[in-house]
Every structure is written in structure tokens, then in C-alpha cells.
């Protein structure tokens, strides 16, 4: 099927998912830019792990990328009648980006309900607390894939988990990953500690040497805001407090270096639980 009118219903509702979390919210469903990006959640779809609402593809971005990614994927995610070509020029009135990659997929939320049933109770988790900054969000959603958390979850006062710039910097892994988003940190804690999986605080300073601690056990990692940290409300509820060591006159760090190097610790041994 074609679409050639930035006026199309479909094409709107792309727009509207795409700077607005409210339209998110009330249609349970996200935008996702970028070639590799919708090749790569159209596999997931074809996998059974999520729902593909609409496909948009040009005829220029098919040849372009298909030697080097498998885009037949946008043809099987869904149903026909929900994948459409458009043209260069209605490509580039759908993104904000400068550079349209000329393919554009709406689909439908992914995160899970925060429930015993959906957790690995010899897992090992991500938690962030409070994290404001898209770009931060994204690279610790790839990290927590690349080294293969059990799952991430999300307190709902972080940046939003389908904001534009989250999506396109966590490259796919939003749909690869178990994400769940929960309305308190106490929540949060309560569940891991009935489920025996111990919670650490990550803190600036007076937490256990991340390289001394002993992460081969079901457990969970907890990153807070950029500026301020975890409340100590929330640390205090933690089992542990753990700190990465740093050197001269260094005080802390980005909250996804932080995330990167501690999540590295955890599974440097090879053990996922």
C-alpha cells in the first residue's frame, strides 16, 4: 500500500507518538526511526516478542540497505494491509532528525507488569531511579542487553522509556529486553527482597569496591538521578552500597559510565544467575 499525504491518519499518528507522551500513553503504542533500528524490532516482532502496529518504508531505503540488513523482516512483522511504501519527501516531513533513513514503524508498547511471575528469581537486574537524561537511558538499555541483564526496571518518575531519543539511542534493545516500569522505588524493593534478590545501592562514596563485592548471586544493581544520586530514603532501603573506586580528583561520574562499568563488574564472572 501507498501513502504519499502527510495528512494520512497513520502518518499523523506517527507524529503525534513521536513528540508526545500523552499520545504514547493514550494509544499504548511508540514511534521507532532508523533503518537498523526497525529492521531490528521488525525481527523481534517476527520472533513473537512484540506487536507491530504500522510499518513506513521508501523504495529508496529498501535498496539502499538491503545487502546489509535483513530487510524482508518489515514485510512478515505484521499484517500486509499495515505496511506502506512512502515517498523520499513524505519520509523526511516524518522525522525531526536532519538525515531520514526512510524507515519509520509504530508499535505497540513493551514493558511488562511488575509481578513475581515475570521475574528470574536467580536473576540479575538493572534499576534505575530518577534517571532524567534520554541519551543516558538509552546507552545503559544497550549496555544491560550487550551483557545480558535478566531485565531492566524503571521507576515512572525516570525519562520516558518510548521518548524519541531513548529509542533511537538504546539501537533496538528497548524490544529485546525485559523492561518493566513501576510506579515506586518501595515497590521495587519490596519485590526483590521477597523473591531473594538483593538489591545494591550504587553510591558515590562509603558503598563496597565494586571490584571487591560479590555480585555471583541473584541480584540488583540501583542507579539514580545524574545530579543528585539515589535519596537516601531509597539507598538506605538497599541490602548493600556499592562504589567504584576512582582515582584523583574525581568525584563521581556519568550516570551511564557508572551503569556501564558496574553492570560489566556484575557479569564479569560469566554467571547470568
Known sequence: ?????????????????LSSKKAREEHGLFAVEGARNCVDTAY????????????????????KYKNTLKTDNLFSCTRPEDVFEISDELAKKMTDEGNS?????????????????????????????????????????RTADAVGVSGVVMTDNCVDLYNPKVVRSAMGSTTRLDIFVVDSFLNVATLFDELGIITNAAVVRNGENITEFDFDRP???????????????HSDICKNRVTISMHGNIESLNAACAG???????????SHG
Request: hydrophobic share 40%; net charge positive.
Open 1 to 17: 500500500m501507498h501513502i504519499n499525504s502527510k495528512d494520512n491518519p497513520r502518518v499523523k499518528l506517527f507524529r503525534k507518538l
Open 260 to 270: 556501564t562499568i558496574i553492570l560489566w563488574e556484575m557479569f564479569r564472572g560469566g
Open 219 to 233: 541480584c540488583a544493581v540501583v542507579i539514580g538521578n545524574e545530579g543528585k544520586g539515589l535519596p537516601k530514603e
Open 101 to 141: 533513513q526512510g524507515i519509520y514503524m509504530i508499535v505497540f508498547k513493551v514493558d511488562l507488569p511488575f509481578v513475581a511471575e515475570y521475574i528470574d528469581k536467580n536473576g540479575k537486574y538493572l534499576v534505575l531511579d530518577n534517571l532524567q537524561d534520554p541519551g543516558n537511558l538509552g546507552t545503559l538499555l
Open 44 to 63: 523481534e516482532a517476527v520472533c513473537g516478542r512484540i506487536k507491530v502496529h504500522s510499518v513506513f518504508y521508501t523504495q529508496t531505503a529498501l535498496t
